[in-house]
Nanobody, 124 residues
Framework: QPQLVESGGGLVQPGGSLRLSCTAV????????IAWFRQAPGKEREGVAC????????NFADSAKGRFTVSRDRARNTVYLQMNSLASEDTAVYYC?????????????????WGQGTQVTVSS
């Protein structure tokens, strides 16, 4: 059964950084666009960042631009979300998702596989 597994979440102070990782079990991430979504308490899930299968193109939500970067390590079958200058508004459960159509979009219907999520809490 193909699975995505997120890791790297935790508690961080405002202004701090975290790097989230997304790995795959049972398939290669290299054939998929990968997106990061997040869901804060009481809010709808929203797209944060995505990267195409080649790694050449990426897309960011306005809230993430200039603070977050997304990258992939094909040898490790892993996609990373580097988050800097974190603020309380970034507190959420972060999910990675895989899209076989390589759409590089935040349309959730495009995504075939989802992870279980990792909690990020930004608080002093």
């Amino acid at each position: 059964q193909p699975q995505l597994v997120e890791s790297g979440g935790g508690l961080v102070q405002p202004g701090g950084s975290l790097r989230l990782s997304c790995t795959a079990v049972g398939f290669s991430l290299n054939d998929y666009a990968i997106a990061w979504f997040r869901q804060a308490p009481g809010k709808e899930r929203e797209g944060v960042a995505c990267i195409t299968s080649s790694g050449r193109d990426s897309n960011f939500a306005d809230s993430a631009k200039g603070r977050f970067t997304v990258s992939r390590d094909r040898a490790r079958n892993t996609v990373y979300l580097q988050m800097n200058s974190l603020a309380s508004e970034d507190t959420a459960v972060y999910y990675c998702a895989a899209d076989s159509f390589d759409s590089n979009s935040f349309d959730e219907d495009e995504y075939d596989y989802w992870g279980q999520g990792t909690q990020v809490t930004v608080s002093s």
